[in-house]
């Protein structure tokens, strides 16, 4: 694979001057573009030691606009990222529409590092690529341009561009012990980089592999390579607006909104197999909850002497309860220790990254709880019946959630997920006391009644939504929550034991 990389290819100083100057001011061109775009630049450096990472992205920085530039490099992780999972810290620092990320010591190196030192074997290794494909693809279907750089050097080559580094006092300090060590396994890291290029080349992210001895001939692939990767992408991102275009066009024109076929629209749905006659009140509804508040309360010490630590997800419909579900649930927990977040529409910021960006952010810490108070699931409820996004990304957008919780199960945390139950009828009822009640009237809005006409359309999508994403290490619970008190009751029940069961019963503080 790498051969053609090794074949001693230069650029003379007249030739790069010569083309330097129309490249520089290509490139600028282009980022200021960029700037009012609909997506991000993610441009990706790895390879030998020695082979020009550094000295091409501080090039990238001097010839474009640093302003509209993210560079980050990453090493062994901080205590922070240590206490989340793994991805979250690429999550963070991913750029926002309009920008361009350089990315050094990313996502490869640790899967990389660890099968050269062989303390993950080839299948490990390839699962560890998968997850990467699967990251990659979620960034490119929203939009993002992916390029990765392989930037190689023969092994005669690495040696003799690490002695000569070290021979200039300037450059010395950037020749490690550890650089050595990487270049007496050689042979290993260039079979381990073989393989991981042969798994991880995709179309929507494709390697390029740079000879890196010479150090015009590869700036120039690489700014030659960005501006074409740009310019094309540009041009892609137009058609697709253009046929997105004539498809709402043809819809409008035919006069008929997204909703669900009638044939599937008639069919019962997972929500109304509930029973909605459930409840539990007076004396036995302060007992079961005082019960559970006290059970919560010693469960969560206990995670949070482990470092676990809980994600808990509710959606529902409008005044279904979930505001007083969480208060009750809360109030066994100690305040530090706990963050609600409320969702509502996206914030401009937030609107500039991938949708999954805003969730990513919040993911605490080791032993914290986070209440997520509707969440990531809008993209397949209101986005999908309202039509803030293509039936394609709504659809797509199951598996996403999917593999966005299960790293966060795998990592240890604890997810539990609510889904409020209401029927129309108690719905109705509780609009109708919001408006007669002074400091209730705020919760009432004109959305809420425009959201219960498409009241089919929403139980489909939640119908689909259950059936897709409900999973063993994610489950879904259906709350019946015509009764408040059945409702604040069950979810607290099912909260502890999800604790319960990721802890095993701890045991019973002696009486002292």
């Keep these: 694979m790498f051969e053609a990389a090794e074949l001693g290819r230069k650029i003379s100083r007249e030739d790069f001057d010569a083309m330097a100057p129309g490249l520089r001011t290509e490139l600028l061109d282009l980022q200021q573009q960029l700037r009012e775009a609909d997506f991000p630049v993610i441009v990706l450096f790895a390879g030998v030691d020695g082979a020009g990472k550094n000295e091409t992205v501080n090039l990238l920085n001097e010839w474009m606009d640093p302003r509209w530039i993210v560079t980050r490099a990453y090493g062994a992780a901080s205590d922070e990222e240590r206490e989340r999972p793994e991805y979250w810290r690429y999550w963070r620092d991913l750029p926002p529409k309009g920008k361009v990320g350089l990315f050094m010591s990313s996502w490869y190196h640790h899967p990389l ?130 046929v997105n275009a004539e498809i709402k066009d043809k819809a409008k024109a035919k006069g008929k909104k997204a909703a669900e076929p009638s044939v599937l629209a008639s069919q019962p749905s997972i929500l109304s197999s509930l029973d909605m006659t459930q409840s539990v009140e007076g004396a036995e509804y302060n007992q079961a909850l005082q019960e559970q508040r006290a059970r919560l309360a010693h469960l969560y010490h206990a995670a949070k002497e482990r470092g676990v630590s809980t994600a808990l997800v509710f959606e529902g419909w409008d005044a279904a309860g979930k505001g007083g579900t969480i208060r009750r649930l809360t109030n066994a927990l100690n305040a530090r220790d706990y963050q609600v977040i409320p969702i509502a529409a996206p914030t401009e910021e937030e609107r500039a990254q991938h949708y999954l960006w805003r969730f990513w952010r919040h993911i605490a810490r080791s032993g914290r709880v986070t209440v997520f108070d509707r969440s990531w699931y809008g993209r397949v409820l209101v986005e999908r019946v309202e039509g803030f996004c293509t039936e394609e990304a709504w659809r797509r957008a199951y598996g996403e959630i999917v593999d966005f919780e299960k790293q966060l199960t795998d990592h240890g945390i604890v997810m539990c997920k609510f889904w409020l139950h209401i029927t129309a009828e108690e719905q109705l009822a509780r609009f109708n006391a919001r408006g007669e009640i002074e400091y209730k009237k705020w919760k009432l809005t004109d959305e809420d009644w425009r ?37 604040r009751v069950k979810v607290m029940r099912t909260v502890a034991d999800a604790l319960e069961a990721a802890l095993g019963k701890p045991g019973k503080k002696k009486k002292t």
């Design 113 to 242: 590092i660890d099968r050269v030192n062989e303390k993950i074997s080839g299948p490990e290794l390839d699962e560890q690529l998968e997850r990467i494909v699967h990251f990659e693809k979620t960034l490119a279907d929203e939009g993002a341009l992916i390029l990765k750089f392989w930037m190689h050097l023969s092994e005669k080559a690495q040696k003799k561009r690490l002695k000569s580094l070290e021979k200039d006092e300037l450059t010395a300090w950037q020749v490690t012990a550890q650089d050595w060590q990487h270049w007496e396994m050689y042979d290993k890291f260039v079979a381990a980089a073989e393989r991981m290029i042969m798994h991880t080349s995709k179309g929507h992210a494709p390697w390029q592999i740079v000879e890196g001895a010479d150090p015009r001939y590869r700036y120039a692939v690489v700014l030659q390579t960005l501006k074409e990767a740009i310019t094309k992408h540009f041009a892609k991102r137009d058609a697709v607006k253009k």
């Design 451 to 487: 959201n219960r006409e498409q009241w089919g359309a929403y139980e489909q999508a939640v119908n689909d939504m259950v059936e897709r994403t409900s999973t063993t290490n994610a489950p879904w619970t259906l709350v019946e929550a015509n009764s408040k008190n059945f409702a």
